[in-house]
């Protein structure tokens, strides 16, 4: 599948998962797709691990119109960060409003609870937000990876192949229906 002319969002700050940002990232640029990275400041970003990447956009800048889908790495820093900055929550819960792709790995499922777009849907995360979840209304598994109308999740890095596949396959398909706020 291509995904050429798919703009591809990437939502952190410091503290992310270094494989769960780089791995996505290399995943979508490889089928054709370009890929930008939003934070709430900064010039660059630094994962737990040491990963540096530039900042491209700053959230209170970014819109979910100028872009396809939207992917959110873990960690647990970053994920904590981004649930208590407000244009990240806004910019997220956008995305759903607008029906498009979202993919979240380990920790990041904090920030989809702040925006609100989880209860009904059947989600996996790091195991350690399962009460968050379930307490927000989602419904909550243990596999590999889930896609449940366009949003796309899984549990740690272990999980990022199956993660990757699904999430380039759920962007090519473009907006579900399903995908609401």
């Known amino acids: 599948m291509t995904l050429t002319g798919n703009r591809v969002a990437f939502l952190a700050t410091d503290g992310f998962e270094d494989s769960e940002l780089t791995s996505p990232w290399e995943a979508v640029t490889t089928e054709g797709a370009s890929a930008t990275l939003i934070a709430p400041d900064g010039a660059a970003i630094t994962g737990k691990n040491g990963h540096e990447q530039a900042v491209d956009l700053k959230a209170a800048d970014a819109s979910a119109d100028q872009f396809d ?52 849907r059947t989600i996996t995360s790091y ?47 473009g907006k579900h229906a399903g995908q609401t706020a």
């Open 69 to 120: 889908a939207l992917v959110l790495p873990g960690g647990v820093v970053n994920a904590d960060h981004l649930r208590m900055d407000q244009a990240s929550i806004d910019l997220a819960r956008a995305f759903f409003e607008q029906h498009k792709p979202v993919g979240v790995i380990c920790h990041g499922a904090w920030i989809l609870i702040e925006a609100g777009v989880v209860d009904g």
């Open 127 to 173: 195991p350690s937000l399962k009460t968050d979840l379930r307490n927000a209304g989602a419904s909550w598994v243990d596999e590999e990876v889930v896609v449940d109308e366009g949003l796309v999740s899984s549990r740690t890095p272990d999980d990022l192949p199956a993660f990757n596949a699904k999430l380039v396959e759920e962007i090519g398909e």
